[in-house]
């Protein structure tokens, strides 16, 4: 056997036979305690070692109804394991030691972790996909009522253990999983049948695993998938996120200040990017630095899928108001614009609210996102928008083409400019997310991060540039206001110099006149 095979072994071994130390200790102690004890209590704790890689605590229990607490039941700031008080009856456990004496104990097995390496084999049967690149990032935690590595199954999950983490900076997919010792020929291994993540009680510090048996817990980490730190990468986001948010904040600015900019396609294209603006803060800020099975994580990724669907919506809303425009030339009943935000922001929303609960469990190793089928809460409506809107578009080319638009109603140069616009900004919103699939799929394809930065950050600019830049009635506005601007300022000091000089004539004047006087007195 290899050399990870041999310290697997050995790791198990010493579990087996401190917790048989365990269960001798607790019999001894109990049997001890049982003549001299004339109190109430349910439970009684006896022997209790604390060194640098191991606890081990033992238990008698003298009436039923038992609740146990490991190491201490008011302290929350380590590594324990609880059972709800009330729900273990002296009937249903184990009589090791003779006398109706029933005992327990509990271990922490700290530095485990590497001798306990997961297999590629693990978590046969497991709930939470196929095996990945796991690691150990906590110490094990059990419970055992008196008899060596039993599992004492309940009805329901009210064993709760939590698992501090070894390491807080890791990133990874989360499992709440136990030491099976009776895997691998009597070796053991990972096993995580009966187990969940209590993904509200967990935090970038712990997680909160509920379970319906007893026996050595720990967190296992997938970091299948997940992308090595990349500072190049990581310039070139913040770089291009930064270029988006001011063409964006700018293009908004220009729509709403300018009043003859003002109408049903400005509407659109401000909501459009807000929502493109929302979500580029929040890849940048919020996407990887949220710990991956936290609450603020999943509020992350909520707010998230809101904006992203409601900018393809609002995309689709553009698509529409240009096909009207078109196609229906003579339909006279113009739809209100709350009928415009109830679809932008509604269909989003209830998707949304849909997709939270039903997924509130399920992240990205690395980023507050979607794993495996989940995703088509995100994939599914951004296929229907684009195709629907691609359809659109084309009907409204043809129509633009076939067409002969009358100059008075329509301007043929400026209704192509504006599908052409359309379409562009169509294509480079979809295409940013095809490519960015790969990614949040959590296949790590070479550097297809780069162009998915560089290409999410130039949406942001062609906002701008086809909204802006290239639009001749916002261009004119903002040259005449930028002339006008100038024109005053030089205006104000040539009129500013005008009357000093005037000031001076007349003073000169006045002393000219008053000397005249004077000398014709003499």
């Given at each position: 056997p290899d050399v990870q095979s041999k310290k697997r072994r050995i790791a198990s071994k010493i579990m087996r036979e401190t917790e048989r130390a365990a269960e001798q200790l607790s019999c001894s102690w109990a049997s001890s305690s049982m003549d001299s004890d004339n109190g109430t209590a349910k439970n009684r704790t006896g022997v209790f070692i604390r060194k640098e890689n191991i606890e081990l605590k033992t238990y008698w229990f003298p009436f039923s109804g038992a609740q146990v607490c490991f190491p201490d039941c008011d302290d929350g700031t380590e590594t324990a394991i609880k059972i709800e008080g009330g729900a273990v009856p002296l009937e249903g456990l184990p009589q090791v030691c003779g006398d109706s004496a029933y005992v327990g104990f509990g271990t922490i097995f700290r530095n485990f972790g590497e001798l306990l390496h997961p297999t590629t084999a693990v978590l046969p049967g497991s709930q939470q996909g196929t095996p990945g690149n796991f690691v150990v990032n906590s110490a094990l935690v059990g419970f055992s009522f008196g008899r060596q590595n039993s599992s004492l199954l309940f009805d329901k999950n009210i064993v709760t253990a939590t698992l501090f983490h070894s390491d807080g900076q890791l990133r990874g997919r989360v499992i709440c999983a136990f030491w099976n010792f009776s895997r691998n020929n009597g070796t053991g291994g990972w096993d995580d049948g009966g187990c969940e993540v209590d993904y509200w009680a967990s935090d970038f510090q712990k997680t909160t695993c509920r379970c319906n048996h007893l026996t050595n817990f720990a967190v296992l980490l997938d970091r299948t998938g997940q992308m090595e730190d990349s500072i190049p990468l990581k310039v070139l986001t913040i770089v291009c996120s930064v270029l988006s948010i001011i063409a964006l904040m700018l293009t908004m600015t220009c729509l709403l200040c300018l009043r003859n900019l003002h109408c049903r396609r400005s509407t659109i294209a401000c909501n459009t990017c807000f929502c493109l603006l929302v979500s580029n803060l929040i890849m940048m800020m919020g996407f990887e630095q949220t710990y991956s099975h936290s609450v603020a994580c999943m509020v992350t990724r909520s707010i998230l899928l809101c904006v992203l669907l409601s900018a393809f919506m609002w995309m689709l809303l553009e698509g529409y108001?240009?096909?009207?425009?078109?196609?229906v030339v003579f339909n006279n009943n113009r739809i209100p614009v709350s009928w415009f935000y109830a679809v932008g922001y509604g269909i989003p929303l209830a998707i949304t609210t849909v997709a939270t609960p039903l997924t509130s469990s399920n992240f990205r190793p690395n980023f507050c996102w979607f794993v495996g089928e989940d995703i088509f809460y995100f994939?599914?409506?951004m296929i229907v928008v684009v195709s629907v809107n691609s359809v659109l578009l084309v009907i409204a080319l043809i129509s633009a083409s076939k067409v002969k638009i009358k100059a008075q109603q329509r301007s043929p140069d400026k209704i192509g400019s504006w599908l052409k616009g359309s379409a562009s900004l169509m294509f480079l919103l979809g295409i940013t997310w095809v490519l960015g699939l790969p990614l949040l799929a959590g296949n790590v394809v070479p550097y297809i991060g780069?162009?998915?930065?560089?290409?999410?950050?130039?949406?942001?600019?062609?906002?701008?540039?086809?909204?802006i830049a290239c639009n001749d009635k916002a261009r004119t506005t903002l040259i005449k206001m930028f002339r006008k601007k100038t024109r005053g300022t030089a205006f104000g000091k040539t009129s500013g110099g005008q009357d000093q000089r005037g000031k001076k004539a007349i003073m000169g004047g006045s002393i000219g006149s008053r000397s005249w006087m004077q000398w014709r007195r003499r």
């Open positions: 108001h240009l096909y009207r425009m078109l196609v994939c599914g409506p780069y162009v998915f930065t560089a290409v999410n950050g130039s949406q942001g600019v062609a906002m701008f540039a086809f909204h």
